[in-house]
Structure formats: structure tokens, C-alpha cells
């Protein structure tokens, strides 16, 4: 055991999610809006942009893990990484929100390439980020903790790129939705560039691979890694639940506008997500201390079955009165819902750290590089399936920003209930074969050399 991690280590640790996380959650949850409305793409090609492009995460990521668990460095192995995306991240992000007024071909190329080159640069900095986590404790505890102080910096960085990100459109682009979009991501990127400035300074590895990095060969190191039981688990829980995100995420605008018809819900319903986040940041890592994380995650799946069922048929329902206050009742499980599958973030958090533990018992090195590459890309391509599916169901109900169908509203609420509990189901079927919980190394049987 190492010593016990400084508030300063824990807290800058999570905003450095914040500084990550604060453009992908904007873009995640206002490119399709920005992309079809404001800039007038088409919808259909708008979701093969976002397949496309996050798909190629599935080649680009592994590449940065292997970088990592390859690097040595005076800054460690992977400082650096935060070091020198920082700056190129931010104007990255400020482009993606900058689409020129081109003929549409042009505005689809480069489109596709700003949002290419976002996930690019984000990839070279998540991917050590997650890494980092189990070379600065080897501690559960500790782990649970920096999971937490995560998951508030993934909340405050989704509340900002959700409930603020229209007001700001609105108060610094003066009616022009353009402008506003630009000069939020200038706002936004200073923020960003602020926090991994801090991630950075104050964090340090503890933990290091004994393995010398010219040891270190690829197709081995791939091998062993699917054959890496717990990593297969928390990749398979973390792509289902990052494509349930992005459907909802980028689906909830067109939910609360078109379906429910109370587009002020919008800055209402984003929020709550984060809220969410928040509030589980504080009660996930005790419950899943005692609980373990199989029986924690399943049980919070089962409970936001039950919000989520409870949604339904809400939609039209009269307003609940509390005094001069009105509130739309289907807020009241899409709040407990919120909160209740946050705590299953947490626990990936600490799956994806716990899975360089595993790897080491079964094959005698750590390769948190690659490790956390492949948990990265089942979060990108679980949120690339998720936003395209969205863009394409808008795309086959023919859905038209003017003039909305009833066709179009049944396949949005069908999206954003029916498919949304399938996957919680899925996602509860695949954390049923983690592996770690309990005694698991008098269970495991380590392949020989």
C-alpha cells in the first residue's frame, strides 16, 4: 500500500475529467443541434460524421495506449500527454464550433474533420488520464474516492456543456446562435485549459510498471488484454451505457421540444444528468465499498428500470402544483433515474483502474496504457452509436425542425424509453460476470509466462 492521496491530488485528478470531458459533453449534447439546425446539414449525413469519425476511435485509441505503456519520461508516463494537449485541445474545440460559410460538401468535410481531430487530441489525453489512476494508489479505497472526485468533475463539466450552454448562446451572441456557439467554446476552453493545467501540476504516479518499455510488444499485449476478463466486462458495461448516454443525451432537446412540447424543459432535463452525477459522486463509493460492484451496479439497474417506467405515459400529464410552482411530473423519476444510473459511473471508473490489478495477477504486468485505451474506446464508440442513432431515427421519421410529425414524436419517445431499457437490461447482464469482487485472487488462476 502506498500513502493515502492529498485533497489536492484527489481534486485535481477529477477536474481533470472537467478540463476532458466539459467540450465532449457540449458537443455531445449540441453538435447534432448545431450541425442541422444552425448550420442547416442534413440530418443523415450529420449521424455518419458521428459514427464514422468515433469509429476510427477503435483504431486510433489502442495506438495511444501503446504510446503510453511505451513512454518514459522526466514527467512520468503520462504527464506529458496532459502537458501537450492542453493548448492544441482547446483550439480544436473552438473550431469544431466554427463551421465556415462553405457550399455543403465543403461544410461536411470539414465537419467531419474538426470533430475527427476533437476526438484525436481527446484520445491522446483521456487515455493516459484513465491510466493514471491506478499508478497514483493501489488503495480501493482511495480508488473509490478518486472515482468519485471524478464523476463530480464529469457533473460539473455537464452542467456546464448542457444547462449553461444555451443561456450563454443566447446572452453573448446577441440573437445570433453562431456567434453564441463560438464565443461559449472560447469560455469553455479557458475553463478546460485552467483545469488540466492543475491535473498536470498536482498529480503524481506512485505505481509503475517494472517492465522496461522496450519489452513491450503489441500483438501480445492485445492478446492477453481480451483475455483479460475484467477488462472485457467494464469494456462491454461501459460501451452499452455510453450508448444509451449519447441516444438520450443528444435525443433530450428533441424530447422536450417536440414530444412533451415545453422546449424550457430543455435546460432543465440536461442539468439534471449532471445533478445526477453529482449527487451519486457522494453516495457511489460507499455503497459500492459495501456492496461490491456486481451487486451495486446491478441493483441501480434495476432501480432506474423502475424510474424509467415510471416515465412513461408522463408526458402529457398535467402539471403537478406546489403553490405558484408547476412542475411536470414525469421531472420527478427522470431526476431519481438521473441519479440512480450515475452510480454505475463511478463504479467504471474504479472497474477500469481495478482491471490493470487483474491484468498483473493473470500475466504478470500492468499495461494501464493499453488498459485504458480500450475502456476509452468503448466510451467514444458507445457514444458515437448512441448520436448517430439518434441523428438517424430523426433521419428515417423524417423529422423537420418547422414542422414535427407524429411520426417523428412516437419514434423519439420510442428511442428514449424502449431503447434506453434495453440497454440497462444488456448492461445488467454483462456486469453479472465481473470478476473481482470478493476474494478474486484465490479464484484466479494466472497464465504462465
Known amino acids: 500500500m502506498h500513502s493515502r492521496l492529498s485533497l489536492a491530488e484527489r481534486a485535481s485528478y477529477g477536474f481533470g475529467d472537467f478540463g476532458y470531458s466539459l467540450a465532449y459533453n457540449m458537443a455531445g449534447a449540441f453538435l447534432l443541434y448545431y450541425y442541422t439546425t444552425v448550420v442547416g446539414l442534413p440530418a443523415a449525413a450529420v449521424g455518419t460524421i ?11 485509441d489502442p495506438l495511444v495506449g501503446i504510446a503510453v505503456d511505451k513512454t518514459r519520461s ?37 465537419a467531419f474533420l474538426t470533430f475527427k481531430a476533437l476526438g ?28 468519485g472526485w471524478r464523476s463530480i468533475g464529469t457533473s460539473v463539466g455537464v452542467i456546464l456543456g448542457t444547462a449553461a450552454t444555451m443561456p450563454l448562446v443566447g446572452a453573448l451572441g446577441g440573437g445570433n446562435e453562431a456567434a453564441g456557439f463560438l464565443r461559449t467554446t472560447f469560455l469553455f476552453g479557458a475553463l478546460s485549459l485552467f483545469a488540466l493545467t492543475m491535473l498536470f501540476r ?25 483475455r483479460n476478463r475484467a477488462w472485457a466486462v467494464c469494456f462491454g458495461f461501459c460501451l452499452l451505457y455510453f450508448v444509451r448516454f449519447g441516444a438520450m443525451l443528444g435525443l433530450t432537446i428533441f424530447y422536450a421540444k417536440d414530444v412533451v412540447q415545453k422546449p424550457w424543459l430543455i435546460p432543465v432535463m440536461l442539468p439534471m444528468v449532471s445533478g445526477g452525477l453529482l449527487l451519486a459522486a457522494f453516495i457511489a463509493p460507499p455503497i459500492l465499498a459495501r456492496t461490491g460492484i456486481r451487486k451495486g451496479c446491478i441493483g441501480a439497474i434495476v432501480l432506474s428500470l423502475a424510474m424509467l417506467a415510471g416515465m412513461t ?3 402529457r400529464a398535467p402539471d403537478l402544483h406546489f403553490g405558484t410552482l408547476a412542475v411536470p411530473p414525469l421531472l420527478i423519476p427522470y431526476f431519481a433515474f438521473s441519479i440512480i444510473t450515475s452510480v454505475t459511473i463511478t463504479g467504471i471508473f474504479s472497474m477500469a483502474a481495478a482491471t490493470a490489478d487483474y491484468h498483473q495477477a493473470l500475466f504478470g504486468v500492468r499495461h ?29 421519421a423524417g423529422y423537420q425542425p418547422d414542422v414535427v410529425s407524429e411520426t417523428a414524436r412516437a419514434a423519439i419517445r420510442s428511442a428514449y424509453f424502449l431503447a434506453a431499457g434495453g440497454l440497462l437490461a444488456l448492461q445488467a447482464g454483462v456486469v453479472w460476470f465481473w470478476p473481482m469482487d470478493g476474494d478474486w485472487r484465490a479464484r484466479l488462476k494466472p497464465e504462465a509466462p
Open 368 to 396: 494501464e496504457g493499453l488498459l485504458s485505451s480500450g475502456i476509452s474506446t468503448s466510451t467514444k464508440v458507445g457514444m458515437a452509436l448512441g448520436s448517430a442513432l439518434g441523428a438517424f431515427i430523426l433521419a428515417w
Open 202 to 226: 498536482n498529480c503524481r504516479e506512485r505505481i509503475s510498471d517494472e517492465a522496461t518499455a522496450s519489452a513491450f510488444r503489441a500483438l501480445p499485449a492485445i492478446g492477453q488484454m481480451l
Open 74 to 110: 522526466r514527467w512520468g508516463r503520462t504527464r506529458p500527454y496532459f502537458l501537450f494537449t492542453a493548448v492544441p485541445y482547446t483550439l480544436v474545440f473552438i473550431a469544431t464550433f466554427n463551421v465556415p460559410h462553405w457550399n455543403e460538401g465543403a461544410q461536411l468535410v470539414y
Open 50 to 60: 458521428f459514427l464514422v469519425a468515433r469509429l476510427l476511435d477503435a483504431v486510433i
Open 313 to 315: 405515459g408522463l408526458d
Open 120 to 147: 484525436i487530441i481527446m484520445s491522446a489525453g483521456s487515455i493516459p488520464y484513465t491510466a493514471l489512476m491506478p499508478m497514483m494508489t493501489d488503495d480501493p479505497a482511495d480508488r473509490l474516492r478518486l472515482g
